[in-house]
Nanobody, 124 residues
Framework: QVQLVESGGGLVQAGGSLRLSCAAS????????MGWFRQAPGKEREFVAR????????YYADSVKGRFTISRDNANNMAYLQMNSLKPEDTAVYYC?????????????????WGQGTQVTVSS
């Protein structure tokens, strides 16, 4: 099993920045692709970003490309989501997730392990 705990959410003004952290505990963190998803009130959970075993392969949803950066530190079992130029429409609960699958990673059903989520609220 992999256990994930997110932190770093909060209230931020439009145009500001936040960095979300995901602390992982488990047998072999480096085996997993890591993803970030978000869910706004009344909406479905949506894909935000993912990273493979190393930091050289990342993918982003069009809505956050150029503003968000996903990264990981395998030595310390950590994953991150740096969020810049935040907009009110970014307001959501953000979830860290882990999967050993190398495809279909845009789908939340692909991921086996999830954190509890951290609230991000962007005011206008």
């Amino acid at each position: 099993q992999v256990q994930l705990v997110e932190s770093g959410g909060g209230l931020v003004q439009a145009g500001g920045s936040l960095r979300l952290s995901c602390a992982a505990s488990g047998r072999t963190f480096s085996r997993y692709f890591m993803g970030w998803f978000r869910q706004a009130p009344g909406k479905e959970r949506e894909f935000v970003a993912r990273i493979t075993w190393s930091q050289d392969n990342t993918y982003y949803a069009d809505s956050v490309k150029g503003r968000f950066t996903i990264s990981r530190d395998n030595a310390n079992n950590m994953a991150y989501l740096q969020m810049n130029s935040l907009k009110p429409e970014d307001t959501a609960v953000y979830y860290c997730a882990a999967t050993q699958k190398s495809s279909s990673w845009r789908s939340s059903g692909t991921y086996d392990y999830w954190g509890q989520g951290t609230q991000v609220t962007v005011s206008s």
